[in-house]
């Protein structure tokens, strides 16, 4: 089988809470041409 596109990728971002992580990864082009996009908090220490 072949997929034209990627089938899984992932991402670090850095944001102040949970809604700005939302807002950021709001206009990625997965999340445009509404595939999926999870958004999972990752604690510091």
């Not at 089938?7 to 509404?34: K, N, R, S």
């Amino acid at each position: 089988m072949r997929a034209d596109l990627p089938v899984a990728g992932f991402m670090l971002i850095e944001a102040d809470d949970l809604d700005q992580a939302v807002a950021m990864v709001a206009e990625t082009p997965c999340a445009v041409a509404h595939g999926v996009v999870e958004v999972w908090p990752l604690s510091r220490g």
